[in-house]
């Protein structure tokens, strides 16, 4: 058994808390983030974070592909950005912060997830 092999119905149970978490900070970004005076990508951005299924993110963490969650960081942080950029406070943004660190966690489980299949992190 490779490590961090758990039974299937631990993996499943922890997998759907997990994308219960995800859907709750989807929404969390969407209904709290005002693209009224952000640049037109930030609403595109916003849409396609909202869109992403659960089997998406679920698999991203079965297959070890921490670079899924590194990439949605990225567009985020580029939200986040754009938001202090046109003068949003931090409680303006809070959910865009709290959805980047829920990603760097995605992230790191995946990463874990790699390399008990035998593959290489990010970092090396």
Not at 30 to 38: Q, R, Y
Not at 72 to 90: C, H, Y
Not at 107 to 116: G, M, P, T, Y
């Amino acid at each position: 058994m490779p490590a961090l092999e758990i039974p299937s119905h631990v993996r499943a149970r922890t997998l759907q808390t997990l994308a219960a978490a995800f859907y709750k900070v989807q929404k969390d970004v969407t209904l709290s983030v005002d693209t009224e005076a952000l640049p037109p990508f930030t609403k595109r951005y916003l849409k396609h974070f909202f869109e992403l299924t659960q089997g998406e993110m679920k698999t991203a963490i079965l297959e070890g592909d921490p670079w899924f969650f590194l990439a949605w960081r990225a567009k985020i942080a580029q939200i986040d950005t754009a938001a202090i950029a046109s003068g949003r406070s931090v409680a303006d943004r809070w959910a865009l912060v709290r959805a980047q660190h829920f990603l760097s966690i995605l992230q790191e489980i995946a990463d874990k997830r790699l390399v008990a299949l035998g593959g290489k992190t990010i970092g090396g």
